[in-house]
């Protein structure tokens, strides 16, 4: 088998298209699998009623291998899904025939475009009584353009599909289910094919030739990574209609890792990164990139990697990153779901798992070129995770049982996020359902029950005018003493743009080594807080003055002189207290909209947009402050009896109203102000 011969697909969309049916469906069709139930055997996820994670099989037809990526479909777990877009070379956004195109689907299919994947909607369940097959293509092509065209139809109810391009059936066959006549959608896919290449253009509309798939390979291929195709196939997972001809559409017309847009893998950091060319090339050096990580109870931790450049054997010696010790690769899998199918090497395209390998962590470049500059892939942004709770374990004895499978959690999850705050340890998701998951993993794998309780709000600290501060730190206890004199100004930064330090200082008036000393001391105040003790942003800070002594001072004195020195110029500089807000996004029946937006609006939040889904569903999407979104989740299940749901993701930072400020520096109560 060469790199021509893999196809890399992952099924994204939202929850309840039939994602994971789908995918077995193709295994069973391909003979791959005998029975259903092999994808989603975690049992997590079977509790749950959807899938939780990632899962990869593959099937192979006709020669090719197809490696499927399955999806999980609610926003809280995105994060997962955005990282294994990362192995593929098509995104299939697999949509419901009833709900039709709902805002994972959006999500996905805008994401896709912005990493250049190429894209393919599948409409699933075009059997059942309820399906709406000719709105569900309008509101395809209204929502993604006009680029989505059918390479099929569906026929007799939804029974089978009819071939709109390799060999087009007769509108006669049909029946009475025809969404628009198979010679009209054939032109149109043809004639949508050959804008991209003026040759074949000139031929098939000059000379009115009926083209060969040989001729349309090529231009079919550069369209699909153009973005100027987005091909829509019609299947029932449950029948298995359309399966066996979305398996040829996969096998001979999706791109291979030859064809597809490469990944942007970046030489350097920062601002000084280049992206550099990679060729799916057996021969060359090896480079593969992490996407997914997961503790498996049998085999320990297993890597996810797909290779993009060489050939990785088993028992070959590796680097991870820019690590000077080399890893050995013991086995190499192909995974189908949950079982491991052993392979001895792995080419340019293969995605497969390796076992027990500490040194391995998500989005890590794994090479066997330690002489080269280091590669790494151009990082995916992940939304962030803002619901937290306070975790602790009930029993004190577990608390490094609590540590160690919270450090778990956030090598297999790029969504979660950890951090220690005094002597709180918050846990940080995309939701309520994400967290609800993990807590159930921890007890589940670590056997340890824990207690929770709210976080307390992130809000942050800043300034709305310039000020200047000073403080002369000047302290004797018989010997030598501590002398350290600094003069600042602070200047309000834009929204978002962080902390910046300057030295203006000259003459000597501070000496060089001493200036380290005074941003420290700063630092530590902007991380202190000097209002309301929350962190401070957006502001620039120059210090331009200050006096030293010959003997006396000293790097302790320079740190507490820039520490009050910054407090002395917030107060003056009409300091304000920021709050995170969040853009809530509630899935909630139609008969509830007005009751959701109402409690919204009480909540402070400002609706942006009330988007209706075909199953009697609407979304309904606002701006909201985190601090008003305590008890959301409670008052949502009451609100909607059980069946709203929704997500949220960081939008901005705004000022908190007056009156809120107001209470909250009242009850900051200022550490002691020690001297080191």
Known sequence: MTTADIRNVALVGDSGAGKTLLAEALLLEAGAIRQKGVIDSDALAKKLGHSIDVTLCHAQTDGTLIQVADTPGYADFVGRT??????????????????GVGPMARRMMDFAATRGLCRAVVVNGIDRPEARLGSVLAELREAFGKECLPLNLPAEQGKRVADCFFAPATDRSLGAATLSSVAAAHKEIIEQVVEVDEALMATYLEQGEELSLDQLHGPFEKALREGHLVPVCFTSAETGAGVRELLQVFARLMPNPGEGNPPPFMKGEGAAAVRVEISPDPDKHVLAHVFKIVTDPFVGKLGYLRVHQGTLKSGAQLYVGDAKKPIKISRLYRMQGKERVEIDAAIPGDIVAVPKIEELYFDAVVHDSHDEDHHHLKSVDLPPAMAGVVIEPLKSADEQKLSDALHRIVSEDPSV???????????????????????????????????????????????????????????????????????????????????????????????????????????????????????????????????????????????????????????????????PVVRLETTVPKSAIGGVTGELSTRRGRITSNQQLGNGDAVVSALVPLSELGDYASRLKSLTGGEGSYTMALESYEAVPPRKQQELVSAFKPTADDED
Do not use: W
């Not at 955005?82 to 709900?99: F, G, I, N, Q, Y």
């Open 417 to 579: 996020r950890v951090e220690h705050t005094g002597h709180e340890t918050v846990l940080y998701g995309l939701g309520e359902l994400h967290l609800r998951v993990l807590f159930e993993r921890m007890s589940e794998r670590a056997g340890i029950e824990i207690r929770t309780k709210p976080p307390s709000i992130p809000y942050r600290e800043t300034i709305n005018a310039r000020a200047e501060g000073h403080h002369r730190h000047k302290k004797q206890t018989g010997g030598a003493g501590q002398f350290g004199e600094v003069f600042l100004r602070v200047e309000p930064l834009e929204r978002g743009a962080g902390f910046e330090f300057v030295d203006e200082v000259v003459g000597g008036a501070i000496p060089r080594q001493f200036i380290p000393a005074v941003e420290k001391g700063v630092r530590r105040a902007i991380a202190e807080g000097a209002v309301a003790g929350f962190p401070i942003c957006d502001v620039r800070v120059i210090v331009y003055d200050g006096k030293a002594h010959s003997v006396d001072s000293k790097e302790v004195a320079f740190v507490a002189a820039g520490r009050k020195a910054m407090r002395d110029a917030m107060g003056k500089a009409s300091p304000i207290l920021l709050e």
């Open 82 to 99: 955005l990282a294994a877009l990362e192995a593929v070379e098509t995104a299939v956004v697999v949509v419901s025939a009833v709900t």
